[in-house]
C-alpha cells in the first residue's frame, strides 16, 4: 500500500487525493494517474466515489467487495460557467464497465438530481441492474423515463427499515430527515464489516410529518460495530444546528399575515416538507393554491398518491383560474428559486410566462438559498421583481438547509462510531472540514480519509487505505452526446465565444497558380459587421496581398496557402480591434 | 411633467424607472424610450446617473444646470458571464456628447476603478475637462494614462475641505471614511439649491488613521439646507452597523499568533487600510513584508509617498528574497481576493505562478468578500489552496465592508436633512430599500425617487421629477473597441459558445451549374472531430445530396443554394446530436 500524503494542516487527517477531472477548467489534459492494482485474495472491500468528492453534485459510490459491487446513487451535477454549451454533468462509468459482472443493485438514498439524474444514462449501460429506494424516489426515477426512452427495468420499492440482499451484500434503508421526504440511510453489511452511508441528512428534530430519523436503528449499527461512515459534508463549515424545517413556519406565517395581494411561492421542485408548509399556511390564512411548473406538479401527484404530502384537494385550483379568485385568496407554488433562465419565476420576473404575470402588490417568497454560481441570477431576478412592483421575501426565515451543519455531523458520528471516515458530498475544503470533525469526535488520527472522485480505497483485515485510481471525471451530456465534448470541443467554444471567428474562403487553380474566386471574408461574434465596412475591405485587402505572396512564390501547397492567410489576418484583426477570433482559411484546389 | 409610476409597496417611493440597458441579458434591444424634453427657460437642476443606479460598479452622475456641467466619477464595471468576451464595461456619454459646451469638471469622490475605471475613456473625448480630486485619487487615474496613452490633460489636486468653483458652480470635497484613503463626499452648491453626493462611505468611528468623516461639515450643509442628497445604497439591505476596520486587527492578531508558516494575505490592492492592518502585524510579530503583484506595488508607492501608508522600509522585502527568510518571519500581501483568473493568488493556488509558490503549512487569508458573480471563483481558489496543503481563512473577521449599513445611511440622512432623496450605487432592490429609509428618516412621502441610469431628473422651482431618458446603457470595451460589440456581436459570440460552428464551402460553376470543387465540411467546436468521421462523412453526403437537388432545379441561385446548404446541414446535426450549432454555408462561383 502505498504511504499517505499529508498535507492537511493542524491534524493528522489524510489527504489521499489527486484531482480525477478529465475536462480541468483550464483545458489542460492532467496527467493520467489511473492505475488500479489487482483486488486481493483475501477478502475486501473497496470504496471508490465517482462523484460527489470535492463537489456539490452528481453523488455516486461504489461499494464492492470480493464478489460482488452495489452503487450508491448516481447523481447529475449542472455544468459550471466554463463548461459552455453542456446541458448535464453525469459520472464516468469506466470502473463498473470493468466489473459489470459483480454488479447486483444501484440503490437510491432519496430522489434529488444530485442523486438520481445521472440513472436514465446508468440503466442505458447496465439495464439488468435493479433499482432500489424508497416509494418518492423512485417515482421520481421513473418520471424521467420518459424522456429518456428507458425500456424495461426493475426498480424495487422498500420501505424504510427493510432489508435488501445483493448476492453477499445486505443493505438496510434507514429512515433520516432532509429536504425531501422518502429520504434513507444505507446500513450496507459486507463480509469485512459494515459501511454507513448518511445520504443527504440533517437532524430534524421536529420534523413536520412527526417523523424523526430513526435513532435506534442508527445507534444499533453504532453499537455493533461501523467499519466505515461515508457522511455528508455539505454544511461542514457551518457552526451549530440546522433549524428545522418547522422554523419556516414562523416566516410563512408573518408574510401571510402582512401580504395584501397574491402570495408567490419559489422553491425546489422537490422540497415536500416546503409544499407542506405553504398548503398549510393557505389553508390557515384562507388562500386557494395553484401549482405552476410540469416538475412541481409532477412532486405533487406523487408525493400525494404516496401520502407523503397531505392536500385539501378542495383548496387546490388550476394555475389557469386564478384570475378568477380575489388576490388576497391566492397562493401560487412555483419553481425558479435559482434564477434558472426557462424556470416558471424568472420568465415571469420578464413577463415572459404565457400563463402568469406578476403584478404590483404580488409577494414573492424565494424560499431556498443560490446554490454557489446562482448568486447573480438569482439577484438579477429578485431586481426584476421589484421592477413589476413586487415585495420580494428571500432568504433568511423563508428558508432552512436540508443538510446538517456541525453538531448534527458531529451527532452523527458519535451515534454511528466508525473506526474510519470518508466525508462526502462537498467540495473540497468541506471534506477537509468534515475530516477534522470527524477527528474531533473520536476517529482515531490517521482513519478520517479526504478522498476525491476517482480514488479507490480499499480495507482488508488489517489495513485501510487508498490504492488506486479509477476514471472520477466529468462525462459532459450535450444534446444527444454524452462524454463526446471534451477539453478540445470545450476549448474551440471558449475561444469562439470570447471573440468570435473569421473565415477566409478563396479558390484557387492548382494547376496554374491563379486565384478563381474569392477571397471572400466572414466573421461572426468578432465586430459589429454592418459599421465595420472599412475594416472589412482592409481584411480583405490584407487576404489579397498575401494570396499576391503566395502567387509569387508558387501557389502549389495549398498548406502554405492558409497558414499566410491565417498569420495576416490574424494579425490584422489583432492590430486594428485587440482581438484574436478563431480564424480559419479555406482553400479550394478547383 | 409627465405622472409618476408608483410600483413599491408599503410607501410611497416613487419608481421613476425603465431598464437603459442598450444590451440587455436576453439580447433582446429594448423598446426606444429615451426622450429628454428641452430644458427649461427658468432656472433648474439636472441628475442624471448615467452608472451605477441599479447596478453595482461604473458609478457615474451628472449634475447639470442651466449654464454648466459637473461629472461625479467615471467607473467601469467588469463584464457578466452573458458579455462573452468583452473586458469591461463604462457608461455612455451620449448625454455628455450633446451638451459638450456646458462640461467644467469632472470631480472624483475616491480611487476605485467602479469610480475611476473610466476615465481614459472620458478624457479621449473630452480631454479639456480638468478631472478633479485628493491626491490618492488623482495617482491612481494618473497610473492608468501610460496604457491608454491619454495625452495632456489637467488633473486638479485637492485636499479634503477645498472648494473649487466650475462656472457657475461651486463645490467641497468633505474627508470621509471608506475602504481607501483619499475618500470624500462632495457637496455641491447650484444656484438652485445644493447637491450633497456621498460617494462610497461608511461611518467608521475608529479609523485606523485617526481621521473619522467631517461630520461637522455634513451637519454644516445639513443646516444650511440640501435640496437632494445621493447617497451609496451598496448596503442599503444590510441592518446595523458595518464594523469599523479596527475590528480586523482581532482577526488578524489570532491568525498571525497561529500561523508557524508563511502567511499570505489577499485584498483588493486599493485597500490602503488593509495593508496598513497588515504591516502594522508585520511588525508587532516579527515577520517581512512582501508585496506581489504589480498594481497593489504600484498603490503601495502612491499611498507611501502621498503619506497614506506608513511602512517601516527595512522590514519590506522584495518578493524574490522571501525564500531566503524562515516561512514564520514572513508576510506575502497580494491580490486575487475575488478568484480573477490572471490574478497572483489564483495562479499561485494553480501552481502556475513563476514568483511565488504555495507550501504546505502556509497560511492564506482571504481578506475581502465575494463580489456578486465571484463567488465560484473564490470557492474554486479556496479549494485548490486546500489541496496545496495551505490553511485558509476567509470571509468572517478577516474582513469589513467599506459601505455604511443601514443605521449608518439613516445617519448620514439625518444628518444632511435633504428634501429630496436619491439612492445610488447598488442593485435596483438596494434602491428601493434605501428609498425606503429615506422615508422613514423624514424625507417627505414621494420626495425620495428610485431611478434608473439615463433617467433624467430635473428640479425647478416648484417641481420636481423625472422628466425624460437619456442613454442610459452599457458600452461594452473589448480590445481596443469601445462600443463596438452590442446585442448582435454577443448573441453571435453566444451561439457559437454554445454549439461551436459548421462551415460547408463549395465552388461552383455558375455558368455550366456544375460543382468544381468540395463540398467541404469543416466544424469548431461542434464535437470532437477525431472519433466523428461517420458524422463527418454523413454530413459531407448529405452536402452533396443537396448540392445535388440544387443542380437539378438549376445553380444559378448562390443564395438558394446556400439556403439548401445549411437547411439540410442543421436538420442533420441537430438529429445527430441534439446541438444547434452555427451553420455558414460557403458557395463560390468561379
Known amino acids: 500500500m502505498p504511504a499517505f500524503v499529508n498535507h492537511a494542516q493542524e491534524s493528522n487527517v489524510k489527504i489521499l487525493s489527486t484531482n480525477g477531472a478529465l475536462t480541468p477548467p483550464d483545458g489542460k489534459p492532467l496527467a493520467d494517474t489511473r492505475i488500479v492494482p489487482e483486488a486481493p485474495a483475501e477478502p475486501y472491500l473497496r470504496i471508490v466515489p465517482l462523484g460527489g468528492c470535492s463537489e456539490i453534485g452528481r453523488n455516486m459510490t461504489v461499494i464492492e467487495t470480493n464478489d460482488d459491487i452495489v452503487v450508491v446513487d448516481c447523481g447529475l451535477m449542472f455544468p459550471d460557467e466554463e463548461m459552455f454549451g453542456v446541458d448535464i454533468v453525469i459520472s464516468d462509468f469506466s470502473y463498473l464497465r470493468e466489473r459489470e459482472e459483480k454488479l447486483r443493485g444501484l440503490l437510491v438514498t432519496h430522489g434529488h438530481e444530485d442523486h438520481i439524474g445521472g440513472i436514465p444514462y446508468f440503466l442505458r449501460e447496465f439495464p439488468q441492474v435493479p433499482v432500489i429506494g424508497t416509494a418518492l424516489s423512485l417515482a421520481l426515477v421513473k418520471a424521467k423515463f420518459r424522456e429518456h426512452k428507458v425500456g424495461d427495468v426493475e426498480l424495487r420499492v422498500v420501505a424504510p427499515s427493510e432489508v435488501v440482499t445483493l448476492g453477499g451484500i445486505r443493505a438496510e434503508f434507514v429512515h433520516m430527515t432532509h429536504s425531501l421526504a422518502g429520504a434513507c440511510s444505507l446500513a450496507i453489511s459486507t463480509p469485512l464489516g459494515l459501511v454507513f452511508h448518511t445520504g443527504d441528512f440533517k437532524f430534524d428534530q421536529t420534523p413536520l410529518d412527526g417523523r424523526p430519523a430513526d435513532f435506534a436503528a442508527i445507534a444499533r449499527y453504532g453499537s455493533q460495530g461501523v467499519l466505515c461512515l461515508l457522511s455528508d459534508s455539505t454544511n461542514a463549515e457551518r457552526p451549530g444546528h440546522t433549524p428545522s424545517e418547522r422554523t419556516v413556519s414562523e416566516a410563512f406565517s408573518n408574510i401571510f399575515a402582512r401580504a395584501r395581494g397574491r402570495i408567490i411561492v419559489a422553491s425546489f421542485a422537490s422540497n415536500v416538507p416546503r409544499i407542506q408548509q405553504v398548503a398549510d399556511h393557505a389553508l390557515r390564512f384562507g388562500r386557494r393554491m395553484a401549482f405552476l411548473g410540469r416538475s412541481l406538479q409532477n412532486v405533487v401527484h406523487f408525493a400525494t398518491e404516496l401520502g407523503y404530502l397531505r392536500l385539501s384537494q378542495d383548496r387546490i385550483i388550476r394555475i389557469e383560474d386564478v384570475d378568477s379568485y380575489p388576490p388576497e385568496e391566492v397562493v401560487i407554488m412555483t419553481t425558479g428559486s435559482q434564477g434558472e433562465p426557462m424556470s416558471a419565476l424568472t420568465r415571469m420576473s420578464l413577463r415572459e410566462h404565457p400563463k402568469a404575470k406578476i ?22 431576478t429578485i431586481n426584476n421583481l421589484y421592477r413589476l412592483g413586487a415585495h420580494v421575501f428571500h432568504g433568511a426565515g423563508a428558508h432552512v438547509s436540508g443538510h446538517g451543519s456541525q453538531e448534527e455531523l458531529l451527532l452523527m458520528l458519535n451515534l454511528v462510531r466508525p473506526k474510519y471516515f470518508i466525508p462526502v458530498h462537498g467540495e473540497y475544503r468541506m471534506l477537509v472540514s468534515h475530516a477534522r470533525l470527524a477527528e474531533r469526535a473520536g ?6 480519509f479526504v478522498v476525491e472522485n476517482g480514488d479507490v480505497v480499499e480495507f482488508t483485515a488489517g489495513e485501510a487505505g487508498k ?124
Open 359 to 380: 403584478v404590483p402588490g404580488d409577494t414573492v417568497v424565494i424560499s431556498a438559498t443560490p446554490i454557489p454560481g446562482n448568486e447573480k441570477s438569482v439577484s438579477k
Open 443 to 448: 476517529v482515531a488520527a490517521g482513519n478520517a
Open 467 to 590: 490504492v488506486g485510481k479509477t476514471y472520477g471525471g466529468n462525462v459532459l451530456v450535450d444534446g444527444s452526446g454524452v462524454g463526446d465534448v471534451g477539453a478540445a470541443v470545450l476549448r474551440d467554444r471558449r475561444l469562439l465565444s470570447s471573440d468570435g471567428i473569421v473565415m477566409i474562403v478563396v479558390s484557387i487553380d492548382a494547376e496554374d497558380s491563379r486565384v478563381v474566386a474569392g477571397p471572400d471574408v466572414m466573421t461572426k461574434g468578432v465586430f459589429y459587421v454592418p459599421e465595420s465596412d472599412e475594416l472589412l475591405e482592409d481584411l480583405h485587402a490584407a487576404a489579397d496581398e498575401a494570396l499576391a505572396t503566395c502567387s509569387v512564390d508558387g501557389m502549389g501547397d495549398a498548406q502554405s496557402v492558409r497558414e499566410r492567410l491565417r498569420e495576416s489576418i490574424s494579425r490584422l484583426v489583432y492590430e486594428r480591434t485587440r482581438r484574436r477570433p478563431v480564424v480559419v482559411p479555406v482553400v479550394m484546389e478547383v
